[in-house]
T-cell receptor
Framework: DAGVIQSPRHEVTEMGQEVTLRCKPI?????LFWYRQTMMRGLELLIY????????DSGMPEDRFSAKMPNASFSTLKIQPSEPRDSAVYFC?????????????FGNGTRLTVT | TQLLEQSPQFLSIQEGENLTVYCNSS?????LQWYRQEPGEGPVLLVT?????EVKKLKRLTFQFGDARKDSSLHITAAQPGDTGLYLC?????????FGAGTTVTVRA
């Protein structure tokens, strides 16, 4: 089991550029989450997919953020245009079931720096 | 404002000492999870507690879920340098996990 795989590990970009973060969940997991972690706000849920369908995107900060899950083994989080305040570590996590008792398996994150 | 408040924010102790981390909320949760995160990595699940008053032990770590399912504690006995990390509690309702800000624990050799 390779775990949740995220790419890239680090991304440095200039304000106004488009950024795409990628995630491969654990095979067989039907729930996928995107989180953002900052010193100020901790871990915040951005969006939740169940069986590839977005269920809750209330945490997506603005229209500049979008996420897709075209199939069970791939998801993207896109920021267009990026701003310095988007700098954070973005985590993807998957779980076997959608219930709150099901543990989340996190990737190692993408550290985004927007200058 | 965090739904879950963790205290203390930072904790630095000597190897062999004991420590306790607290996680409090005014909300009731169906379950509570504890994670540990090391630099450059994602959080890793330590334990899930489900029943009010439940106590779970994982080697030197003891986890307790409050009777009202609003709070929890993590106690480490005889801490070791390998216990160093960011400890996060997360309350679950339905599919949603709400995380506390975390407690950074440093165990000095």
């Amino acid at each position: 089991d390779a775990g949740v795989i995220q790419s890239p590990r680090h991304e440095v970009t200039e304000m106004g550029q488009e950024v795409t973060l990628r995630c491969k969940p654990i095979s067989g997991h039907n729930s996928l989450f995107w989180y953002r972690q900052t010193m100020m706000r901790g871990l915040e849920l951005l969006i939740y997919f169940n069986n590839n369908v977005p269920i809750d995107d209330s945490g997506m900060p603005e229209d500049r953020f979008s996420a897709k899950m075209p199939n069970a083994s791939f998801s993207t989080l896109k920021i267009q245009p990026s701003e310095p305040r988007d700098s954070a570590v973005y985590f993807c996590a998957s779980s076997l079931a959608s219930g709150g008792n099901s543990p989340l398996h996190f990737g190692n994150g993408t550290r985004l720096t927007v200058t | 404002t965090q739904l879950l408040e963790q205290s203390p924010q930072f904790l630095s102790i000597q190897e062999g000492e004991n420590l306790t981390v607290y996680c409090n909320s005014s909300s009731v949760f169906s379950s509570l999870q504890w994670y540990r995160q090391e630099p450059g990595e994602g959080p890793v699940l330590l334990v899930t507690v489900v029943t009010g008053g439940e106590v779970k032990k994982l080697k030197r770590l003891t986890f307790q879920f409050g009777d009202a399912r609003k709070d929890s504690s993590l106690h480490i006995t005889a801490a070791q340098p390998g216990d160093t990390g960011l400890y996060l509690c997360a309350g679950a309702n339905d599919y949603k996990l709400s995380f506390g800000a975390g407690t950074t624990v440093t165990v000095r050799a």
